[in-house]
């Protein structure tokens, strides 16, 4: 797999599995598919002060990695809120590890300490993914979300890079 920045000609596919996401699961919590503009305004926003990863494999982008503001406020400026995001016919081959470990190195690189992953549970794969990488379970949000007629608990994990 070959990981690099996200360039625009990304876009289209990016949203293309991210939208799956969507209309599948409960691993985000937005209920309506986004558009591409959408979508280019999001990764814009992120690669202004932080960054956005994709990884391909024969040319083909098969997933994306990305971190941003975890809260708003000055105090929270060395934390940073990260995930992955793969293509259904890519999980469970390495990929989303090594995609996240490459964003974990360009975190620490850029200065900052603290990584929050928020999963929305149950989601073996992606705790399983996050104590690979060194992420710590911090505590259980219970309820919070509301998806496909039922409420959602989010787990908070947490992985220091200072």
């Known amino acids: 797999m070959n990981i690099r ?53 024969n040319q083909e982008i098969i997933g ?33 590890k090594s995609l996240y470990g490459e964003l974990i190195k360009s975190a620490e690189e850029n200065g900052f300490r603290e990584l929050i992953g928020v999963i929305a549970l149950p989601n073996p794969k992606s705790t399983i993914l996050h104590q690979k990488l060194g992420f710590e379970e911090i505590g259980v949000l219970k309820k919070v979300g509301y998806k496909f007629d039922g409420y959602i608990d989010v787990g908070i994990w947490q992985k220091s890079i200072a």
């Open 64 to 96: 994306y990695a990305y971190y941003g503001s975890f809260r708003s406020r000055p105090a929270y400026n060395h934390t940073v809120e990260s995930t992955v995001y793969l293509a259904q016919e890519s999980i469970g081959q390495g990929f989303g």
């Open 5 to 57: 920045q996200v360039k625009d000609d990304d876009i289209a596919r990016i949203t293309e599995i991210y939208n799956w996401y969507i209309l599948n699961t409960t691993v985000t919590f937005e209920t309506e598919t986004i558009n591409l503009l959408e979508m280019k305004k999001r990764v814009q926003e992120k690669v202004a002060n932080h960054d956005w990863l994709v990884g391909e494999l």
